[in-house]
């Protein structure tokens, strides 16, 4: 009996100690899990934060990008464009380099994810629009033509006038004088009026306006070429000067009215405004409005986070 008893005394002992053991350790698992929980969810919030902090970057570069592009579009010389294009650029590649960050950190959340993609891929919308707005932008062929319409062949058209009306003076006594008259006022309508095509020309988007521009002034040239050599005919010695100072300065003004009209049928600002105010500011808002709903989508998620 006493052996028996001895026995059950041995073998009760080990139980209890193995029961101590088990208990022990499942008090080490659950520390150690929500120990190891509680880091992995300060680590989650973290990358959240981080990408929280990357939406908000870019959407303040991409609005950066956007202010830069139209200024270099708006901009009244080369060396403003050049500068304001270069600013666009820089902050378009900060969003990338941002776009890129943001991809690495995104992790499993399918909602985020979609979102990102549709944002990459308006994204690359935008930068081949931005490619041909600025590419335009910085050539000025519109505001290049103004400037010559404005001085050089505004000066031209001057000299052209002056020297006619002395021509007028001169043979005022003249039995010709009525029929130079008519003419030399002929040449300088007719070149005043090609100037005054000039500036709507510049403006002008569609080739068919342009084609029809063209043709008037084509028309207008060959009456003021008609009238100069007309003249030719009937001024005298005394008067010769003036007309050959009409002539040059009325070639002068050809040769500016031909730049004019190659400059303007490249019409650089006038399609890099209509790309800005259209599909560049379009895509523009649609690409904004898929990084405030990826924005919105982080923050869920850390709420969600947080009361876990």
């Known amino acids: 009996m006493r052996t028996f008893h001895a026995d059950k005394g041995i073998i009760s002992m080990p139980v209890g100690a193995a029961i101590v053991l088990v208990v022990l350790l499942s008090f080490i698992v659950v520390f150690l899990v929500r120990h190891e929980d509680s ?7 973290e990358r959240s934060v981080k990408k929280l902090q990357i ?19 708006m901009a009244d010389t080369d060396e403003a464009s050049q500068s304001f294009a270069e600013q666009s650029i820089q902050a378009s590649q900060n969003v990338e380099k941002a776009r890129r960050e943001l991809e690495q950190l995104l992790g499993e ?29 910085v050539q000025n062929t ?25 021509v007028m003076d001169v043979v005022s006594a003249s039995p010709d004088a009525v029929g130079i008259t008519r003419l030399a006022s002929k040449a300088i309508i007719g070149a005043l009026n090609i100037s005054i095509l000039q500036a709507p020309h510049i403006a002008e988007i569609t080739t068919t306006r342009m084609d029809e521009m063209e043709a008037v002034m084509q028309s207008l040239d060959a009456e ?29 003004f050809q040769k500016i009215n031909v730049d004019i009209v190659d400059l303007s049928r490249q019409n650089s600002n006038m399609r890099s405004y ?22 919105e989508t982080v923050r869920q998620s850390m709420t969600y986070k947080a009361t876990r």
């Open 224 to 252: 003021v070429t008609d009238a100069l050599h007309r003249l030719q005919a009937l001024v005298d010695e005394s008067g010769k000067p003036f007309l050959d100072e009409a002539w040059a300065s009325y070639k002068d």
């Open 39 to 45: 880091h992995w969810l300060q680590n989650a919030f």
């Open 109 to 137: 959340n399918r909602q985020a994810t979609q979102l990102f993609g549709e944002f990459s891929r308006c994204w690359d919308k935008l930068q081949a629009i931005d490619h041909e707005v600025l590419s335009l932008a």
């Open 142 to 166: 519109n505001l290049k033509a103004f400037r010559l319409a404005f001085v050089p062949a505004a000066a031209a058209m001057r000299r052209m006038d002056k020297a006619l009306n002395h």
């Open 274 to 295: 209509a790309i800005s105010l259209g599909q560049k500011r379009k895509t523009t808002a649609q690409c904004q409005e898929l990084l405030t709903a990826l924005q």
């Open 55 to 73: 939406v908000q970057t870019m959407s303040r570069d991409l609005l950066i990008s956007a202010e830069a592009e139209k200024s270099a579009v």
